[in-house]
């Protein structure tokens, strides 16, 4: 059985039957025109995890002992930009790509072939001997969207993290990061023209630890940003890749730690008390003010985030927008009467829809959460449908793309047990096999409807994950179950074999290991894993501060 994670559309043993092909010091690697990126990935991580130098190989080197790369015509035609044909036999090692991004996911399914060491970055044992198993694979995507959103304004994740995690997406043929840069908590892109958004924005005194319920706050200050070279990096590591980096700023709720800033930005005729970064989680009431300086003021912003980021899709957020300060401030309501506007819905839908236009016009499309919904979309927005599978639904029959990502089924941030070792819980209790089992397109959806599902990400909000080792754990083994569900072509939800896929998993999780990530055991959280006793080190650092505001 080949343990192969997520599983190829079809695979078959090549004659002789599981017999294996030798790489040596001898194999030669042969990077057709198109495909000397993917050459270069696999010399970069299979050739120092083997040792094998994969030497550039020549004309008289066809009959010799070789790995070919190739883009393919006929496997465009058949099997998309993204699919490939991997034939391993006793001549050669082939990979036949409809595209560069084709190529590179076969590259991908032969680092599984090898086994769990060709995931380390030096050789284990320098005198191994490698071969591949004798099969020939055909495969490609079901989704062109397989996502993963991570925040890193609730818990800043320094670049080498980032980069970390876009190796991880890469190794399970995930294509699309979904960077969510600004929030409440802290803004972590730099941004020439206002530079207080990260003096200021960036940074905050201290942290709520746990749920924002539990009353503990960690007192050390917390914060980080990327400066832009970064982003130009981590957006150039992804593009290797061939993963797509979104960037989300969030406009015009989720906005505190940018009114810290530059507090012009709020409704300053209701909220005049001076605003810090916020420290706690939930739903915050600052929202930005529905104002022509504001407007102008982002549209900065996202000037400088264009030519960050080349993507197609930009994402505005536009979730959880409380509207009481508009509904309170005499600048909004006169803002509404003079825009023709029925309520505080239609005043966001219009905030939304200026920046859909913004956008469209430099060759860019919108997008953001279902709430963009509320008061008339954009024509031009696409959706992430995050409150289950209605604003999905609702925006794929009006003709808008969509992106599903029901909290209810992939957000990984909730808890994986019940029990009571489980690390500080949020959420719904969501377990391997249940995201095995979502179902990214809902039933009822003509044929046409069902064709606006651009995929599918799974989220990983970090109000509880205040370090890397914690996301490992929150987002592993189920980022593997659901990376399976936005490749494969599986069946029904009930008639998937979710035994089959554990047993594959346990090859899977010695790559895992390989990889160093710190991903939940089968059986439950190891020591350092568990949630601390109620005296433990962390109560201790958590212990509520003398003064600190209630709960909200």
């Known amino acids: 059985m080949l343990d192969l994670v997520p599983a190829p559309g079809a695979a078959a043993w090549a004659p002789p039957a599981q017999g294996h092909y030798p790489l040596g010091h001898d194999t030669a690697l042969f990077a057709h025109p198109g495909t000397e990126g993917v050459a270069q990935w696999l010399r970069a991580t299979v050739g120092a995890a083997t040792g094998l130098p994969l030497a550039d190989g020549t004309d008289a ?20 930009p993204e699919g490939y044909r991997l034939v391993v036999d006793g001549y050669l090692v082939l990979i036949e790509g ?23 970055r030096a050789p284990v044992d320098p005198a191994r001997r490698w071969s591949v198993p004798m099969v020939a694979i055909e495969d490609k995507p079901r989704f062109a969207w397989r996502g993963l959103m991570l ?79 970064d982003i130009r990096e981590i957006v150039a590591y992804a593009a290797q890749r061939h993963i797509t980096v979104v960037p989300e700023i969030d406009i015009p709720g989720h906005s505190q730690a940018a009114i810290a800033a530059y507090p012009e930005l709020g409704n300053t005729d209701v909220a005049t008390a001076p605003l810090s970064v916020w420290d706690t989680w939930g739903i915050n009431p600052n929202v930005l003010a529905p104002t022509d ?94 409150r289950g599978y209605a604003g999905g639904i609702a925006a794929a029959k009006a003709g808008h793309d969509v992106v599903m990502c029901p909290e209810q089924q ?56 205040e370090n890397q080792s914690r996301v490992d754990y929150q987002a592993f083994p189920r980022l593997a179950a659901f990376a399976e569900v936005a490749w494969a072509d599986l069946p029904a939800p009930a008639e998937r074999d979710f035994a089959g896929f554990e047993a594959r998993m ?7 290991d390989a990889l160093g990530v710190d991903y939940r055991p089968p059986g439950g959280p190891l020591p350092w894993q568990k949630r601390p006793a109620p005296d433990g080190d962390h109560a201790a650092l958590g212990r509520p501060i003398e003064g600190a505001p209630p709960n909200v």
Do not use: C
């Not at 080197?61 to 998309?80: H, K, Y």
């Open 151 to 229: 925040d890193v304004s609730r818990h800043f994740m320094p670049k080498d993290g980032v980069l970390r995690y876009l190796d991880l997406l890469a190794a399970h043929k995930l294509n699309v990061f979904h960077f969510h840069l600004t929030d409440d908590q802290g803004w972590r892109i730099e941004i020439e023209r206002h530079p207080k958004l990260t003096e200021t924005g960036a940074w905050r005194p201290r942290t709520q630890y746990g749920h924002r319920a539990s009353g503990l706050w960690t007192r050390t200050p917390h914060g980080g940003y990327y400066t832009q070279d």
């Open 98 to 120: 409809g595209g560069p991004a084709g190529v590179f996911w076969g590259a991908q399914t032969l680092r599984q072939l090898l086994g769990p060491d060709a995931f380390r």
């Open 293 to 386: 300086s504001t407007l102008r003021f982002y549209e900065g912003v996202f000037e400088e985030v264009l030519g960050l980021f080349p993507s197609t899709f930009i994402h505005i957020g536009g979730d959880e927008v409380m509207k009481d300060q508009w509904r309170r401030s005499p600048a909004a309501r006169a803002r509404i009467e003079e825009l023709g506007l029925a309520d505080e819905d239609e005043l966001q839908s219009w905030f939304v829809r200026h920046f859909d236009t913004w956008l469209t016009a430099r060759g860019r499309r919108l997008i953001g959460w279902d709430e963009i919904l509320e008061g008339g979309l954009a024509p031009g927005a696409a959706v992430s449908s995050w």
């Open 410 to 465: 992939v957000y990984l941030d909730h808890r994986q047990h019940g029990g009571p070792d489980e690390p500080m819980p949020i959420g719904y209790v969501r377990t391997l096999e249940d995201v095995y089992r979502f179902e990214p397109v809902p039933p009822g959806l003509a044929p046409e409807e069902a064709r606006h599902i651009l995929g599918t990400q799974a989220n990983l909000w970090t109000e509880v994950m």
């Open 61 to 80: 080197g066809l009959d010799g002992n070789r790995v070919e790369l190739r883009i393919d015509p006929d496997t465009a035609r058949e099997l998309g």
């Open 506 to 512: 346990t090859g899977h999780y010695r790559r895992l």
